[in-house]
């Protein structure tokens, strides 16, 4: 048997997985870019095709189960209003403070939900596409958010889609904050990011740091592109080699992308 196509084709492989592993930053989004313009018309049928299967899936639920569904709707529905007038009176009652301490007022954001419709072939690029894009208002470095914890910030923004850098990718490094401590880190990638999307590391952390295994991490606000106080995730183990000047920490982020299928961008 003739095995030398084999031979070849592994090589070839082979090749072109070390060039990608070696690209600088800016030919790799470049390839990213060339790769992602291969996948958009499957993008736009796996869109089609989710509206027409949500629209068949809602034809076959019986009526009692909507019923059942539309009461509890409405109850979480009034609960919210009770919170959300409470969080009112809340933020006034600090705009009112601010401005007696000569304080810069905080920003708002206004979420706003979008729906993927497009994933990277695999955890090689952590990224995801979404369905809105600058003509909706979708700017770079815009937080997204899912489930209440951020997964990322926009990459890149085209006129009615977006690419979102997720976190765990090296281009989304963000500062976090652990809130038992206040100390303050770096999350970037790390090497079991490629085997599960919920794993990340929190860089530069004290040598002596108090953290403690289970620790929560929230955005610390610096560098004015995330919201201080977005949940990220939770410590999972800590690393400290002897004569380090910092520590390193496992992260378990709180949301796992791969099994999202809308976000919240937040637009000032």
């Known amino acids: 048997m003739n095995r030398r ?41 796996q869109k089609t095709a989710q509206t027409t299967s949500d629209y068949l899936t809602n034809q076959v639920i019986p009526r009692k189960t909507l019923l059942k569904e539309n ?39 206004n979420p706003r939900l ?27 470095d815009m937080p997204v958010m899912a489930n209440g914890a951020l997964i990322g910030r926009v990459q890149e923004a085209y006129a009615h889609r977006s690419r979102v850098a997720l976190l765990g990718d090296p281009i989304c490094r963000i500062s976090a904050t652990i809130a038992e401590t206040t100390e303050t880190g770096i999350l970037s990638s790390c090497g079991g990011t490629i085997y599960d999307p919920t794993l990340a590391e929190l ?39 002897s004569g380090d000047l910092t ?9 796992n992308p791969s099994l999202l299928n809308e976000v919240w961008v937040l637009m000032p």
Not at 37 to 43: A, D, G, K, N, V
Not at 122 to 136: A, E, F, P, V
Not at 212 to 222: A, K, L, M
């Open 114 to 140: 979008s729906r993927i419709v497009g994933r990277d072939p695999s955890n090689w690029w952590r990224s995801i596409q979404i369905d809105l894009g600058s003509s909706d208002g979708v700017k770079i």
């Open 247 to 255: 520590t390193k920490a496992s992260v378990k982020l709180a949301t």
């Open 71 to 109: 009461n509890a709707l409405k109850r979480q529905n009034e609960i919210l209003e009770l919170k959300l007038r409470r969080l009112s009176t809340l933020s006034r009652e600090n705009r009112i403070l601010r401005q007696k301490l000569k304080m810069q007022p905080k920003p708002e954001w």
């Open 203 to 241: 860089l530069y952390l004290p040598a002596g740091t108090k953290a403690r295994v289970g620790d929560e991490i929230y955005t610390s606000g610096f560098g004015e592109v995330f919201p201080r106080g977005i949940h990220i995730g939770k410590i999972l183990a800590l690393e400290n080699t």
């Open 5 to 45: 196509p084999y031979l070849i084709a592994t090589i070839a492989v082979a090749l072109l997985a070390l060039t990608c592993f070696t690209l600088s930053p800016e030919n790799s989004a470049r390839t990213k870019r060339l790769f992602s313009s291969f996948y958009t018309p499957l993008f736009s049928a």
